[in-house]
């Protein structure tokens, strides 16, 4: 089993969870389900993403538990399947408890089997318990009948933990700083998938199906090393572009329309997401410039917000500004901007946020208003920007612009300087696309 980082920073993780974690407390952190796609085959399993940042491990079956005791000290400990012959050649290796310990640097690990017992034995007398109630992993039951089998032997001196505390508030304040360890990690999965958007420009031909260019981004990503993609590719041509998470990709791609790609690799559980919109034939039309050189100048002034103690709320404003601005100077909208802006006239176009956090998830963790207040930038932290436009095939305005959607997306790290665009080797201005393209249609 290969990690992606030491087993010093996996402990140096869980150190930082153990310090938000009450006296005298505990946390039960369970993996992802297997989940079916037909019959008794699976979708690739994919782990969850607290556990994967805590330990690394990615089995299903298993769970992590953190016990923090009176003193301040922290111990780990894993649950997961046993080694087991005859499974392993039917489903594939396991780590096993055995060799877990070593493996993830843990203090112990037990059978998947022993979890109920084990559960009980660390619970018993804590003052509080960590939990993400719901989660898919269905271990709800496991958790509230250990609590109930504390509460119902006082006599054995068993004694239940009378708070059950979110744990995934926790995990969100932790994942949403980036270590540079992890920015190093999503800058290339950042690098895998640019390059896979370039190349994507690059063998684009009418003609082509929608998931036929999915394919040549998907091969890009495992061909570099990101075997899966962080979430199902968005490949809309011409009027598929206006349906913000379009993924059938079952359509063919059509002379003189555009396509908008919504693809990013997945690399060692880091997401990666990025959107560019091209024509299909290579040269944009002059309605599609127009719009396409709004929404990126509107990226552009979103981005001068992205810095430490900016917000995404002013980079959103900022995009707001341009992209109302620039659809009065096209005849999209009519009237005064600031009145516009204040009705929100520019929403039947742009119906969607600045952009989100980035990391294990593509929408990653974190909260946009803790304590209901605006959250100021701090370096460490990635998120995406993609202002787009999406002009409706009825909307009423000009022919020329109906049926036409366009987002561009990048993802940024806040520096202590501003920001690094980890997706800047995707091309994105109109001479390069087109110079691109030429270049690969001898
Ligand atoms: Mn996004």
């Known amino acids: 089993m290969m990690l992606p980082f030491s087993l010093d920073h996996y402990r140096q993780r869980r150190a930082a969870l153990a310090q938000l974690m009450v006296a005298n407390s505990a946390a039960l952190l369970p993996a992802n389900p297997e989940q079916i796609r037909s019959r008794d085959t699976e979708f690739p399993f994919r782990q969850d993403s607290d556990l994967l940042y805590l330990c690394g491990f990615g089995e299903p079956e298993s769970a992590l538990m953190l016990v923090k005791d009176g003193d301040g000290n922290h111990q780990s400990f894993l649950l997961c399947r046993d080694k087991d012959p005859v499974a392993e050649v039917w489903q594939g290796r396991r780590l096993g408890p055995q060799a877990a310990v070593d493996a993830l640097g843990l203090d112990g690990a037990w059978s998947w089997g022993e979890r109920s017992e084990r559960l009980r034995e660390l619970l018993n007398g804590r003052a509080a318990v960590y939990y993400a109630q719901g989660h898919m992993s269905g271990c709800d039951n496991l958790l509230f009948d250990t609590l109930a089998a504390l509460r119902g032997a006082p006599k054995k001196g068993w004694r239940a933990p009378p708070v059950i505390h979110d744990s995934r508030p926790l995990l969100a304040d932790l994942r949403l700083i980036k270590s540079n360890e992890e920015l190093a990690v999503m800058a290339r999965a950042a690098a895998i998938s640019a390059e896979a958007h370039n190349r994507a420009m690059a063998v684009c031909r009418p003609g082509q199906f929608e998931y036929q260019l999915e394919a040549e981004l998907l091969h890009h990503f495992a061909g570099h090393g990101a075997r899966f993609a962080a979430y ?23 002379d003189g329309e555009l396509v908008l790609i919504d693809a990013g690799a997945e690399l060692h559980g880091y997401a990666a997401d990025i959107t560019r919109t091209f024509p299909i034939n290579g040269r944009f039309s002059p309605a599609q410039r127009q719009l396409y050189e709004l929404v990126l100048s509107a990226q552009q002034a979103a981005m001068l917000a992205i810095r430490p103690g900016g917000t995404i709320e002013a980079a959103g404003k900022a995009a707001i500004r341009v992209l109302t601005e620039g659809l009065v100077a096209l005849g999209i909208l009519e009237g005064e901007a600031e009145a516009l802006i204040a009705g929100e006239a520019y929403k039947p176009y742009f119906m969607h946020g600045i952009g989100h956090w980035l990391g294990l998830d593509v929408h990653d963790v974190g909260d946009y208003k803790p304590g209901g207040q605006l959250r100021p930038l701090l370096p460490g932290m990635v998120l995406t920007i993609e202002p787009g436009l999406y002009i409706a095939p009825d909307a009423p305005v000009a022919e020329q612009w109906r049926g036409i959607g366009i987002r561009i997306e990048d993802n940024l790290v806040v520096t202590s300087g501003g920001h690094e665009v980890l ?20």
């Open 232 to 254: 199902n590719s968005i490949v809309g041509g011409g009027v598929n572009a206006c349906i913000l998470h379009y993924t059938e990709n079952s359509e063919a791609l059509n």
């Open 423 to 442: 997706t800047a080797a995707a091309v994105k201005g109109v001479a390069e696309i087109e110079a691109l393209m030429a270049a690969a249609r001898p």
